[in-house]
């Protein structure tokens, strides 16, 4: 999938824009959570003057990117929150 985007990027940065639809669609359809996929495909669309699809691929890549916005924010607190001391009673099979 990563080398699909890439060759996608380079492809549509070299103005092959056509050539690098099906790298990217198929990086998409490989992960359709990859926030970058999405925001090269609409590159794409862009460049080949397909407003729609590049208007309907940005707003997926953007609600893409705020939907993974709180993950580090969550994985922070998780690692702040301090662990109270764990012990077995006498009745507990240890």
Same mark, same amino acid.
């Given at each position: 999938?990563? @080398?699909?985007?890439? +060759?996608?990027? =380079?492809?549509?940065? #070299?103005? $092959?824009?056509?050539? !690098? ?5 198929d990086a ?8 970058? @996929?999405?925001?090269? +495909?609409?590159? =794409?669309?862009?460049? #080949?003057? $397909?407003?729609?699809? !590049? ?40």
């Amino acid at each position: 999938m990563e @080398a699909r985007v890439a +060759l996608g990027k =380079a492809l549509t940065n #070299l103005g $092959r824009a056509g050539e !690098a639809l099906q790298q990217l669609s198929d990086a998409v359809h490989l992960d359709l959570q990859n926030e970058v @996929a999405h925001y090269r +495909l609409a590159q =794409a669309y862009r460049k #080949l003057e $397909r407003t729609e699809d !590049a208007t309907s691929e940005m707003a997926t890549f953007r609600k893409l990117q705020d939907s993974h916005r709180p993950v580090p924010a969550l994985f922070q607190q998780v690692q702040d929150r301090t662990v109270p001391p764990q012990t077995v009673g006498p009745d507990e099979p240890q």
